[in-house]
């Protein structure tokens, strides 16, 4: 399935806009340079969110079963590992917390965008 590199653009704005918010403030005791935590918490996103939206839809169709948890588990785990190896003051069950609460509001926050406005996602 072909998604135009617009509709990821809007996805991945949506997942930035949830997930950096969310992340920021559970990783802040961690990270006590803003800048910096915010970077990494967009590079991660960076890093994970094309394969998502490019790598996963080849072998699987979007929106069943397997494409959900092939999805979503890459980007908790990979996030996951991320934000460990970034802060490791935060450890790894906080990074998986961490990563695993962002993801998850921005699959609802992408669910709610899409049903209030179909087609924006391509």
């Not at 997942?15 to 969310?22: G, M, N, S, Y």
């Not at 990270?31 to 080849?58: G, K, S």
């Not at 450890?91 to 049903?115: D, E, I, M």
């Amino acid at each position: 399935m072909f998604f135009p590199a617009s509709g990821w653009f809007a996805a991945f704005l949506l997942t930035l806009a949830v997930e950096v918010p969310i992340a920021a403030y559970l990783l802040r005791r961690a990270e006590p340079d803003r800048v910096r935590l915010v970077l990494l918490v967009v590079f991660a996103n960076l890093a994970t969110h094309p394969i998502v939206w490019y790598v996963v839809t080849q072998p699987f169709l979007v929106g069943s079963p397997e494409y959900l948890v092939v999805a979503e588990s890459w980007a908790v785990t990979a996030e996951a590992l991320f934000y460990w190896a970034a802060f490791r003051a935060a450890g790894p069950r906080r990074a998986a917390a961490v990563s695993l609460a962002a993801n998850a509001a921005s699959f609802v926050a992408g669910l709610v965008v899409g049903a209030i406005w179909p087609g924006v996602f391509g």
